[in-house]
């Protein structure tokens, strides 16, 4: 095993130099590591430790008191986290569900007949944005944002201690149905959904692909989540029955997919690596990392479609509570990707605020708003687009 600082003289303190105004250092590419450490995680990890070093000497310069390296929330792998705090973390999403919506007012009420709970509000004002939050320039720091009221309120609502864990993909490639997470135990996110057997490939017309039936197919049946109600959507589910209006009142049970095929062919340690450190413009990260480019999901549908169920919901997938841990991941990933090279990709941003710019609409400055509804304030894009920024003050591990 070998790093390609040893290779390549691209050390973690050449980078930081570049960022400082030393020309010459460049941010590292795939090809300056093995297809063994690409696929290994060893380069992943390796820049994900220059990335962390660039944070703490930028940070280190910005002369703040309050939010420092040292003292910002630290975000782990679900599986890092002790026991006990998982089973809070389940705990607390459960309060939420359980939890009377706070946001919506009587009079708006009757335009959300599915908007039962505090948790709903967070799926209501995601089908509500649906079309201006993918494929937009704001994207990254709209979801970013979206997960971090959602650990807010799981700690100041219901009293949650531990950090909002993401969900490393890779490390579940080999069997994503035998990961941790959906081990079905206490202190587990909840089991898969119960096998459904004999089922048939799914042609996906949009993508063009014939999606192969997953591991489970029914409602979650043990652990956290296996009694719980879901109440808005499908609106957009391949061979379900979809909901005529957004926030239609649907109760049923969480269903999951636990799928492979999805896992293994768009989120292992070599396409997030590939995506992370060969797409240096911002227009080209946001596009494959979404499947807007050459792969038809990138690792945003890719981590979406593995759980299958409500997370293949374009518009109410938030309902799993998966969908958290996967873009914790996916703001994790492009934590790493900005802090590679933060003085040309930190505030860069490119698009509109229409999905796939249709309709037409204004190309998004860093002063524009980003709409939150029901879940908390609106909140200014530029602000949010630094994990050091606004009111957010976290790294990843
Ligand atoms: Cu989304």
Known sequence: MRFSTAVTGLTAATVVSAQVGVSGARAPLTSDYTATEVADGTAFNNVSRMALENMQYNIGHRNTTSCTYDNAEQRQEWRTLPAATRKSFTDSITCLMDMPPTHMTAEEAPGYPGVKSRYDEYVATHINYTYNIHDTADFFAWHRTFIHFWEQDLINLCGYTGVLPYWNW?????????????????????????????????????????????????????????????????????????????????????????????????????????????????????????????????????????????????????????FFLHHGMVDRVYTIWQNLDIYRRQTAISGTSTLGNSPASAEMTLNDTMPFGFVGPDVRFGDYIDTFGGDLCYRYD
């Not at 296996?226 to 005529?244: C, F, H, Q």
């Not at 990392?289 to 690792?299: A, D, E, K, R, T």
Request: proline share 8%; aromatic share 14%; glycine share 12%.
């Open 170 to 322: 890779a490390l579940d490639v080999e069997a994503p149905q035998n990961s941790p997470l959906f081990s079905g135990d206490a202190y587990s996110l909840g089991s898969n959904g119960k096998y459904i057997a004999n089922r048939t490939d799914i042609y996906l017309y949009e993508q063009s692909i014939n999606m192969p039936p997953g591991t489970g197919g029914g409602c979650v049946y043990s652990g956290p989540f296996s009694n719980v109600t879901i109440n808005l959507g499908p609106l957009d589910l391949p061979n379900e029955v979809n909901v005529n209006s957004s926030f239609q009142y649907n109760p049923r049970c969480l269903k999951r997919d636990i799928n492979p095929f999805f896992l293994q062919t768009y989120n292992t340690y070599t396409n997030i690596t590939e995506t992370m450190l060969d797409n240096i413009y911002i227009e080209d990260f946001q596009d494959i990392f979404q499947g807007y480019g050459s792969s038809p999901f990138g690792l945003h549908g890719g981590g979406h479609y593995t759980g299958g169920g409500s997370m293949m919901d374009f518009h109410s997938s938030p309902s799993d509570p998966l």
